[in-house]
C-alpha cells in the first residue's frame, strides 16, 4: 500500500470508528444533585435499556456560557441540556441550539396529540419542557414554632429574625421583594419595568440585606437550612422536598409569593450526536417518563397526561406527590411565573445594579 | 599601549582589518576564507542551533499566551456585531448627528438590513439586538420583535415602525444604535471605568447606583495590599526560623510549609469554610471558652474578613519561599560579628539581618501581590457579598451575561493597572533588587 492511501485509509477507519463511537454515548448535562437523580431514574435508566446508547451525565450550575462556548468554537462535547425557559429562549435566539420540529413529538399516553397534551409554552422553538419548577422559599420546622406564612415574613426580620439564604442573581429575587412589599403577583413585571418599581424593589431587599447568606448552586439551600446557618432561605422547592422526603428533615415549604419556570431540553447546535440526542429527548418527554419522573421529585411535569400517572413518592407509598407540586392548586394561589422576555430585555442592566448594589 | 594607537607603521587593533585590507589582504582561515566571515559563520551556526531549541518554547508562549491576550484585549476596543449585521444602517448612522429626529432613510434601512440578516443566520438580528441592548436596556424585544414583523411592513417604514413599536420614536434607542455601530468604540473600556460613551462621542458617569468597577478595583487593591503585609509578617519569622534552625527540624517544617501548598486551592478554601462558618469549629470553640454568646457567633466567613483569611493561608507559601532562599544564603558570621562590635540584638537584626533580606522581600511581594490581585475562586467562594473582587466580575461577564467585550475591557484595565504598579515597583525597590531563589 503507498503511504498517502494508507493515511488516508487509516483515517477514514478512525473517522468511521469516531462515528460508530460516538452514537453509542451522548452527554446530557443538567443540574445535579438531587435532579439530576430524578432524571437518571425516570429517563436514563430505561432509554439506556431500550435504546443501547449509553449516557454520560455532567452538571452544571445554568447559564449559557459553556454551550456558547462549545458552539462557537465549533467544538460541541455537550448532546442535550436541560435549561431555564429564558436561557432556552435566549441561546435559541442566538443561534446556540437546533430547531426541533414540533410534529415530530409524540403524543400523551391517552392519545391527546403533544400540542394539546404539553401545557402552554412548554414547547418552544428550540426546548421542548419537562418540569414546571418553583423558587419558594423555605424554614426548620424543629427551630421555628409558628413559622412564617407569607413573603411578607420572609423580608420580615422583627418578627422572624435570623439569617436569610437568597440566591445571587437579581431574578425572583426582585419579583419576590415587589410582592413581599404588597404588589399583586399580577403586576409584579409591570412596576418592575420603571425605574422607580426597580427602586421599590432594592429598596426592599435593602431591609435584609445584612442578613443575607447567598448561594448559588441548586444543593446549597437544603443544607444552610441543616446546618443552621439560615433561619430562612429561597430554594428551588424540589430540593427542599428531596431533603424533606428523602433524608427526612423538618423542612417546610412556603407557597406564597413563589415565582415559578420551566426547565426545558435543548440541543446544541452541531453536536455530532444530533440524532441520538433527539432520541433522548421525545423519549423523555413521553407521559410515561415524565410521570415516572415526578416520584423522585416534586416539579410538575410538563405533559397533562402525566399529571393522573403521578401518585406518591418512589420509596413512600403513603407520602402522595399532589400536594408538593408548584402547580397544586392551594400553592398556586400567589404565584408568578417568571418572565423571560422581561429578563431578556433587562438582565444585563438588572445585573450590574444587583452587583453593584451586593458591591455597596 | 600608547604605541597602539599611535599613528605609524603599526595600526590601531580596530582599524586593522580595512587597512591590513589594503596592504597585505585580510587574515585567512584555513580553507582562504577570511577568518572575520568564518567567525561571523561559526557563531551564527551555534546560535540558530540555540534558538532551534529555544523555538517550542517561544511558539508556545507566542501561541497559547501572547496571541489569546492581545485576541482578547482587542476584544474590548472592537466589537463589528452592528455593523456586520447591518451594514446599511450604519452607514447612515454614521453621518446622523445624533440630535436631529432620524428619517425615513433610516427607519427603511433598517427593515433592509434586518431582513438581510436574518437570510444571512437566522440568530443574526438577535445577536445584533443584543448588542444595542447592551446600550439601552430593552433595545432587545424590540429587534425581535421588528424582525419578525420586518417583512411584513411596508413603506412609509417610519410610520409603520413607531406603530408596531413606539419605542422606535424614541431617539434614545437610536442613539444606542449609533453607540453599537461604531466598531470600534472606546464604550466597552469606559464602561469598565464606570464611564458611559454617549452618541455625541462623549464620556459621562455612569448612573451612581449602577456604578461598580471602580469600586471594585480599589477593593481589589486593598485586598492584595493587606494579604501582601499580612503574608510578610506571617511568613518572615517562619522563613527565619527555616533559614537558622538545624537541616533536619528545618526540613520538616519545610514540609509543613509546602504540604498545604501542594493541597487543591478548592480543598484549602472549603475547608476555611468549615473552620470559619457560624456553625463551625473555631466558633465553637468560641462559644465554649465563653468568648461569645451562642446566638451572637462571628461572621467571619462570607466577608471580607473571610477573603482575607483564605487568601493569606493560601498565598502564604509564595512569599515565605523566597525568603526562605534568599535567608539561607545570609552568612550567620555578619550578625556574629555586629554583636561582638558591641550591636545589641535589634540594631544587629535591624541594621545588619534585614537590609539583606529586602531582595526576598521584594520577590515574595511582588509574587503575592500580582497572584492577589487576579485572585478568583477563593473570593469566589468565601467572598460574600463585600469580600469579592474584579476578577469575580470579569467571571460573571464571560459566564453569565456573556458580555466577552466587558469581560476584556475590565481585564484590560487590570493589565495597564498591574503593568503601571510593576513599573512604579521598578521605580522605587528596583527589579534588579529581586531575587527568587
Same mark, same amino acid.
Given at each position: 500500500?503507498?503511504?498517502?492511501?494508507?493515511?488516508?485509509?487509516?483515517?477514514?477507519?478512525?473517522?468511521?470508528?469516531?462515528?460508530?463511537?460516538?452514537?453509542?454515548?451522548?452527554?446530557?448535562?443538567?443540574?445535579?444533585?438531587?435532579?439530576?437523580?430524578?432524571?437518571?431514574?425516570?429517563?436514563?435508566?430505561?432509554?439506556?435499556?431500550?435504546?443501547?446508547?449509553?449516557?454520560?451525565?455532567?452538571?452544571?450550575?445554568?447559564?449559557?456560557?459553556?454551550?456558547?462556548?462549545?458552539?462557537?468554537?465549533?467544538?460541541?462535547?455537550?448532546?442535550?441540556?436541560?435549561?431555564?425557559?429564558?436561557?432556552?429562549?435566549?441561546?435559541?435566539?442566538?443561534?446556540?441550539?437546533?430547531?426541533?420540529?414540533?410534529?415530530?413529538?409524540?403524543?400523551?399516553?391517552?392519545?391527546?396529540?403533544?400540542?394539546?397534551?404539553?401545557?402552554?409554552?412548554?414547547?418552544?422553538?428550540? #426546548?421542548?419542557?419537562?418540569?414546571?419548577?418553583?423558587?419558594?422559599?423555605?424554614?426548620?420546622?424543629?427551630?421555628?414554632?409558628?413559622?412564617?406564612?407569607?413573603?411578607?415574613?420572609?423580608?420580615?426580620?422583627?418578627?422572624?429574625?435570623?439569617?436569610?439564604?437568597?440566591?445571587?442573581?437579581?431574578?425572583?429575587?426582585?419579583?419576590?421583594?415587589?410582592?413581599?412589599?404588597?404588589?399583586?403577583?399580577?403586576?409584579?413585571?409591570?412596576?418592575?419595568?420603571?425605574?422607580?418599581?426597580?427602586?421599590?424593589?432594592?429598596?426592599?431587599?435593602?431591609?435584609?440585606?445584612?442578613?443575607?447568606?447567598?448561594?448559588?448552586?441548586?444543593?446549597?439551600?437544603?443544607? @444552610?437550612?441543616?446546618?443552621?446557618?439560615?433561619?430562612?432561605?429561597?430554594?428551588?422547592?424540589?430540593?427542599?422536598?428531596?431533603?424533606?422526603?428523602?433524608?427526612?428533615?423538618?423542612?417546610?415549604?412556603?407557597?406564597?409569593?413563589?415565582?415559578?419556570?420551566?426547565?426545558?431540553?435543548?440541543?446544541?447546535?452541531?453536536?455530532?450526536?444530533?440524532?441520538?440526542?433527539?432520541?433522548?429527548?421525545?423519549?423523555?418527554?413521553?407521559?410515561?417518563?415524565?410521570?415516572?419522573?415526578?416520584?423522585?421529585?416534586?416539579? #410538575?411535569?410538563?405533559?397533562?397526561?402525566?399529571?393522573?400517572?403521578?401518585?406518591?413518592?418512589?420509596?413512600?407509598?403513603?407520602?402522595?406527590?399532589?400536594?408538593?407540586?408548584?402547580?397544586?392548586?392551594?400553592?398556586?394561589?400567589?404565584? @408568578?411565573?417568571?418572565?423571560?422576555?422581561?429578563?431578556?430585555?433587562?438582565?444585563?442592566?438588572?445585573?450590574?445594579?444587583?452587583?453593584?448594589?451586593?458591591?455597596? | 599601549?600608547?604605541?597602539?594607537?599611535?599613528?605609524?607603521?603599526?595600526?590601531?587593533?580596530?582599524?586593522?582589518?580595512?587597512?591590513?585590507?589594503?596592504?597585505?589582504?585580510?587574515?585567512?582561515?584555513?580553507?582562504?576564507?577570511?577568518?572575520?566571515?568564518?567567525?561571523?559563520?561559526?557563531?551564527?551556526? &551555534?546560535?540558530?542551533?540555540?534558538?532551534?531549541?529555544?523555538?517550542?518554547?517561544?511558539?508556545?508562549?507566542?501561541?497559547?499566551?501572547?496571541?489569546?491576550?492581545?485576541?482578547?484585549?482587542?476584544?474590548?476596543?472592537?466589537?463589528?456585531?452592528?455593523?456586520?449585521?447591518?451594514?446599511?444602517?450604519?452607514?447612515?448612522?454614521?453621518?446622523?448627528?445624533?440630535?436631529?429626529?432620524?428619517?425615513?432613510?433610516?427607519?427603511?434601512?433598517?427593515?433592509?438590513?434586518?431582513?438581510?440578516?436574518?437570510?444571512?443566520?437566522?440568530?443574526?438580528?438577535?445577536?445584533?439586538?443584543?448588542?444595542?441592548?447592551?446600550?439601552?436596556?430593552?433595545?432587545? &424585544?424590540?429587534?425581535?420583535?421588528?424582525?419578525?414583523?420586518?417583512?411584513?411592513?411596508?413603506?412609509?417604514?417610519?410610520?409603520?415602525?413607531?406603530?408596531?413599536?413606539?419605542?422606535?420614536?424614541?431617539?434614545?434607542?437610536?442613539?444606542?444604535?449609533?453607540?453599537?455601530?461604531?466598531?470600534?468604540?472606546?464604550?466597552?473600556?469606559?464602561?469598565?471605568?464606570?464611564?458611559?460613551?454617549?452618541?455625541?462621542?462623549?464620556?459621562?458617569?455612569?448612573?451612581?447606583?449602577?456604578?461598580?468597577?471602580?469600586?471594585?478595583?480599589?477593593?481589589?487593591?486593598?485586598?492584595?495590599?493587606?494579604?501582601?503585609?499580612?503574608?510578610?509578617?506571617?511568613?518572615?519569622?517562619?522563613?527565619?526560623?527555616?533559614?537558622?534552625?538545624?537541616?533536619?527540624? &528545618?526540613?520538616?517544617?519545610?514540609?509543613?510549609?509546602?504540604?498545604?501548598?501542594?493541597?487543591?486551592?478548592?480543598?484549602?478554601?472549603?475547608?476555611?469554610?468549615?473552620?470559619?462558618?457560624?456553625?463551625?469549629?473555631?466558633?465553637?470553640?468560641?462559644?465554649?471558652?465563653?468568648?461569645?454568646?451562642?446566638?451572637?457567633?462571628?461572621?467571619?466567613?462570607?466577608?471580607?474578613?473571610?477573603?482575607?483569611?483564605?487568601?493569606?493561608?493560601?498565598?502564604?507559601?509564595?512569599?515565605?519561599?523566597?525568603?526562605?532562599?534568599?535567608?539561607?544564603?545570609?552568612?550567620? &558570621?555578619?550578625?556574629?560579628?555586629?554583636?561582638?562590635?558591641?550591636?545589641?540584638?535589634?540594631?544587629?537584626?535591624?541594621?545588619?539581618?534585614?537590609?539583606?533580606?529586602?531582595?526576598?522581600?521584594?520577590?515574595?511581594?511582588?509574587?503575592?501581590?500580582?497572584?492577589?490581585?487576579?485572585?478568583?475562586?477563593?473570593?469566589?467562594?468565601?467572598?460574600?457579598?463585600?469580600?469579592?473582587?474584579?476578577?469575580?466580575?470579569?467571571?460573571?461577564?464571560?459566564?453569565?451575561?456573556?458580555?466577552?467585550?466587558?469581560?476584556?475591557?475590565?481585564?484590560?484595565?487590570?493589565?495597564?493597572?498591574?503593568?503601571?504598579?510593576?513599573?512604579?515597583?521598578?521605580?522605587?525597590?528596583?527589579?534588579?533588587?529581586?531575587?527568587?531563589?
Amino acid at each position: 500500500m503507498k503511504p498517502m492511501t494508507f493515511i488516508a485509509t487509516a483515517v477514514s477507519a478512525l473517522a468511521i470508528g469516531s462515528a460508530a463511537f460516538a452514537a453509542d454515548s451522548i452527554t446530557v448535562v443538567s443540574w445535579g444533585g438531587a435532579y439530576t437523580k430524578s432524571q437518571v431514574e425516570a429517563y436514563h435508566k430505561p432509554f439506556v435499556s431500550k435504546t443501547g446508547i449509553n449516557i454520560v451525565s455532567e452538571d452544571y450550575n445554568g447559564g449559557l456560557a459553556e454551550v456558547k462556548a462549545q458552539v462557537e468554537a465549533g467544538n460541541v462535547t455537550w448532546d442535550i441540556v436541560d435549561l431555564e425557559l429564558s436561557d432556552a429562549v435566549r441561546g435559541c435566539d442566538e443561534g446556540l441550539f437546533e430547531v426541533i420540529d414540533p410534529s415530530v413529538l409524540p403524543p400523551g399516553a391517552d392519545g391527546t396529540p403533544a400540542e394539546d397534551d404539553f401545557i402552554e409554552g412548554t414547547i418552544t422553538e428550540c #426546548g421542548i419542557g419537562t418540569i414546571v419548577w418553583s423558587t419558594i422559599f423555605a424554614y426548620d420546622t424543629s427551630k421555628m414554632d409558628s413559622g412564617p406564612t407569607t413573603i411578607a415574613d420572609f423580608f420580615d426580620l422583627e418578627k422572624f429574625p435570623g439569617k436569610r439564604g437568597i440566591r445571587k442573581s437579581p431574578k425572583a429575587n426582585l419579583e419576590m421583594a415587589l410582592m413581599a412589599d404588597g404588589v399583586p403577583a399580577g403586576e409584579v413585571y409591570e412596576v418592575l419595568s420603571s425605574p422607580e418599581g426597580v427602586d421599590r424593589a432594592f429598596a426592599k431587599l435593602d431591609t435584609i440585606k445584612d442578613s443575607v447568606v447567598w448561594w448559588e448552586a441548586g444543593a446549597q439551600p437544603p443544607q @444552610l437550612l441543616a446546618d443552621g446557618e439560615v433561619a430562612m432561605t429561597t430554594a428551588y422547592n424540589g430540593r427542599i422536598f428531596n431533603a424533606f422526603a428523602a433524608e427526612e428533615k423538618p423542612f417546610n415549604i412556603v407557597w406564597d409569593g413563589q415565582v415559578w419556570d420551566l426547565d426545558l431540553w435543548a440541543i446544541p447546535k452541531g453536536t455530532p450526536n444530533k440524532e441520538a440526542a433527539l432520541k433522548f429527548m421525545l423519549f423523555s418527554t413521553e407521559t410515561e417518563q415524565l410521570a415516572a419522573q415526578a416520584s423522585w421529585i416534586s416539579y #410538575g411535569p410538563a405533559r397533562k397526561s402525566s399529571s393522573p400517572l403521578v401518585a406518591a413518592y418512589n420509596s413512600k407509598p403513603d407520602l402522595k406527590m399532589a400536594p408538593h407540586m408548584p402547580t397544586a392548586p392551594e400553592n398556586f394561589e400567589n404565584a @408568578l411565573q417568571n418572565d423571560f422576555e422581561f429578563w431578556a430585555d433587562n438582565q444585563d442592566e438588572l445585573n450590574e445594579r444587583f452587583n453593584a448594589w451586593l458591591a455597596q | 599601549m600608547a604605541d597602539i594607537t599611535a599613528p605609524g607603521p603599526r595600526r590601531s587593533l580596530t582599524e586593522a582589518p580595512q587597512r591590513s585590507a589594503e596592504t597585505s589582504g585580510p587574515l585567512l582561515a584555513a580553507d582562504g576564507t577570511p577568518l572575520r566571515r568564518k567567525l561571523r559563520q561559526a557563531l551564527f551556526v &551555534s546560535r540558530m542551533r540555540a534558538m532551534g531549541l529555544a523555538t517550542p518554547l517561544v511558539l508556545f508562549v507566542l501561541l497559547a499566551f501572547v496571541f489569546p491576550i492581545f485576541v482578547l484585549l482587542w476584544q474590548a476596543v472592537y466589537n463589528d456585531t452592528f455593523e456586520d449585521g447591518m451594514p446599511r444602517t450604519t452607514e447612515l448612522l454614521a453621518e446622523w448627528d445624533a440630535i436631529s429626529d432620524p428619517d425615513e432613510a433610516m427607519y427603511a434601512a433598517v427593515i433592509t438590513d434586518l431582513i438581510e440578516a436574518r437570510d444571512r443566520e437566522r440568530a443574526l438580528p438577535t445577536k445584533v439586538g443584543a448588542r444595542v441592548n447592551r446600550e439601552k436596556s430593552g433595545s432587545l &424585544s424590540l429587534f425581535k420583535k421588528t424582525n419578525r414583523r420586518a417583512q411584513r411592513l411596508e413603506a412609509p417604514f417610519k410610520e409603520a415602525m413607531v406603530d408596531l413599536d413606539k419605542k422606535w420614536g424614541d431617539i434614545e434607542y437610536w442613539r444606542a444604535m449609533k453607540v453599537a455601530s461604531q466598531s470600534v468604540s472606546p464604550a466597552f473600556v469606559a464602561s469598565a471605568l464606570d464611564l458611559h460613551y454617549t452618541a455625541d462621542g462623549t464620556f459621562e458617569w455612569e448612573d451612581p447606583k449602577r456604578q461598580i468597577h471602580l469600586k471594585l478595583f480599589l477593593r481589589t487593591l486593598e485586598i492584595s495590599l493587606i494579604v501582601t503585609l499580612a503574608t510578610i509578617a506571617l511568613g518572615y519569622p517562619v522563613a527565619y526560623l527555616l533559614a537558622t534552625l538545624p537541616a533536619r527540624v &528545618s526540613n520538616l517544617l519545610l514540609i509543613l510549609v509546602l504540604l498545604p501548598f501542594w493541597t487543591s486551592i478548592l480543598v484549602r478554601t472549603t475547608s476555611w469554610i468549615a473552620m470559619l462558618q457560624s456553625q463551625g469549629v473555631m466558633n465553637d470553640i468560641f462559644v465554649w471558652i465563653g468568648i461569645t454568646a451562642d446566638d451572637q457567633r462571628f461572621s467571619m466567613i462570607y466577608n471580607k474578613l473571610g477573603t482575607l483569611i483564605a487568601m493569606t493561608h493560601i498565598l502564604l507559601p509564595f512569599m515565605i519561599l523566597p525568603l526562605y532562599s534568599v535567608m539561607k544564603t545570609i552568612p550567620p &558570621s555578619y550578625v556574629r560579628a555586629a554583636k561582638s562590635l558591641g550591636a545589641t540584638n535589634w540594631t544587629a537584626f535591624w541594621r545588619i539581618y534585614a537590609p539583606q533580606t529586602v531582595p526576598g522581600i521584594g520577590a515574595g511581594a511582588i509574587l503575592v501581590f500580582i497572584l492577589a490581585i487576579g485572585y478568583y475562586i477563593t473570593p469566589a467562594l468565601v467572598g460574600g457579598q463585600d469580600g469579592v473582587m474584579i476578577s469575580n466580575i470579569i467571571d460573571d461577564h464571560m459566564r453569565k451575561s456573556l458580555n466577552y467585550s466587558l469581560a476584556a475591557a475590565l481585564g484590560l484595565v487590570l493589565l495597564v493597572f498591574v503593568l503601571f504598579l510593576y513599573w512604579l515597583y521598578d521605580r522605587i525597590v528596583g527589579i534588579d533588587n529581586m531575587k527568587l531563589g
